[in-house]
């Protein structure tokens, strides 16, 4: 995960509350890649940007998620509002430009919503 | 819906060689495996991937059945810190990648 950061690493929130996720690729990916994990629905991909441009969001449970991508160094997923069964640990993942085969995945942020 | 299909869990001496199957009788031609693994509390990590020849690299050994209705990952030498849930996926030449349930992989003293 040398080549991704995320923050928080752990977010603790009460319901309603906006909560920010934020990923930091290094420069020279390709894609980036939001995942959602959880014990019941295991890793689930939630969308993906090319080049910055968002390209499949169908993984994005409601329209409380959004994700953008202002920028090829940053890249923010909000949930407004938030409710307790978003508690998760989100991934940011990249692939680089040149290698679409391989998925370099962050630490993770671990969103527990009260 | 992922398009695999793995053994809940394995369980492997440290030291011996850990063979990890994976069943994909649906693969289309142009779809590659990929194998992925996650250790406790950390991201997943890149093992290998394959079209239809065998593959090897520092990690690993990934063997694909002629048919490629089948693989198996092979870890030649497993150390405790091989521990993890191994992901087998099918993908297109695409970015895109469905993550399964994987196999929980034990490795003991």
């Known amino acids: 995960d040398a080549g991704v950061i995320q923050s928080p690493r752990h977010e603790v929130t009460e319901m309603g509350q906006e909560v920010t996720l934020r990923c930091k690729p290094i420069?020279?990916?390709?894609?980036l890649f939001w995942y959602r994990q959880t014990m019941m629905r295991g890793l689930e991909l939630l969308i993906y940007?090319?080049?910055?441009?968002?390209?499949?969001d169908s993984g994005m449970p409601e329209d409380r998620f959004s994700a953008k991508m202002p920028n090829a160094s940053f890249s923010t997923l909000k949930i407004q509002p938030s409710e307790p069964r978003d508690s998760a640990v989100y991934f940011c993942?990249?692939?680089?430009?040149?290698?679409?085969?391989?998925?370099?995945f962050g630490p993770g942020t671990r969103l527990t919503v009260l | 819906d992922a398009k695999t299909t793995q053994p809940p869990s394995m369980d492997c001496a440290e030291g011996r060689a850990a063979n990890l199957p994976c069943n994909h009788s649906?693969?289309?031609?142009?779809?590659?495996v990929y194998w992925y693994r996650q250790i406790h509390s950390q991201g997943p990590q890149y093992i290998i991937h394959?079209?239809?020849n065998n593959e090897t690299n520092e990690m690993a050994s990934l063997i694909i059945t002629e048919d490629r209705k089948s693989s198996t990952l092979i870890l030649p030498h497993a150390t405790l810190r091989d521990t993890a849930v191994y992901y087998c996926?099918?993908?297109?030449?695409?970015?895109?990648?469905?993550f399964g349930t994987g196999t929980r992989l034990q490795v003991f003293p």
């Open positions: 993942a990249i692939t680089l430009a040149g290698d679409r085969s391989t998925q370099y």
């Open positions: 420069s020279g990916h390709n894609s």
């Open positions: 940007f090319n080049n910055n441009v968002p390209i499949d």
């Open positions: 649906t693969i289309s031609g142009n779809e590659y």
């Open positions: 394959g079209l239809k």
């Open positions: 996926i099918v993908a297109g030449n695409t970015d895109k990648l469905i």
